[in-house]
């Protein structure tokens, strides 16, 4: 495998994945050059949404394609946002949105623990055998947004492996610990035996 997209439309999140998976000398097909797949994001898994993803991009583009579908559980939210975390706040909501909201439901509570989930799936346009993996970290939601790094929950949540918010960290000690990155090297290291 030479060339694979990133079933993705987030641009952070896509680079995220590029960074990590450079050790690999694969070529990422640049999003501008990828064929645009609206995929309805309705699995009741993290697992299936990624499958989902993964399928539609490899068949639109006869192209390896690895999609992530990753978000955000809080347990005195009895897990959510969890698979809603893009939408917790609405169909349109921005990041702003979505962590004001996860500040409103929280207010008060003790109990702040969470932990994000990062569900990756690598699937082939002839349906050769694909590879899944998955990843988690655990934190604490703050109580306020902090640092200028990262995206989504980023600026709430604290991990205690970094002692600091994803958003105070370098994008280099984000992946040491992250969810995405736990995922990418666990599939970094199927994909070397594969390859």
């Known amino acids: 495998m030479k060339k694979l997209i990133i079933a993705s ?7 995220e994945i590029a960074n990590i998976l450079a050790v690999l000398g694969i070529e990422i097909v640049p999003a501008d050059a990828t064929a645009f797949v609206h995929v309805v994001e309705d699995a009741d898994t993290f697992a ?11 068949h639109a583009n006869n192209l390896p394609a690895l999609a992530d579908d990753s ?3 809080v347990d005195a939210l009895n897990g959510a946002p969890g698979i809603y975390s893009a ?6 909501a921005t990041d702003t949105d979505n962590n004001a909201k996860l500040l ?5 509570k003790d109990n702040r623990s969470a932990h994000f989930v990062c569900a990756l ?18 934190g604490e939601i703050l109580e306020q947004v902090v640092g200028d790094s990262g ?4 600026p709430l949540f604290f991990c205690p492996e970094l002692g600091k918010a ?9 992946a040491s610990v992250s969810h995405r990155g736990r995922a990418l090297r666990a599939l970094v290291k199927k994909l070397d035996k594969a390859l």
Do not use: I, W
Request: glycine share 10%.
């Open 87 to 92: 939408r917790f706040a609405g169909e349109t």
């Open 151 to 154: 995206f989504g929950y980023d």
């Open 104 to 108: 409103k439901l929280l207010h008060g």
């Open 166 to 174: 994803f958003a105070s960290s370098s994008p280099e000690e984000k």
């Open 71 to 73: 978000g955000l559980c």
């Open 48 to 58: 299936g949404n990624a499958r989902k993803k993964a399928e539609a991009f490899a």
């Open 121 to 138: 799936h690598l699937a082939y346009p002839d349906n050769a055998a694909p590879l899944s993996c998955e990843g988690q970290v655990k």
């Open 9 to 15: 439309n987030n641009a952070q999140k896509r680079q």
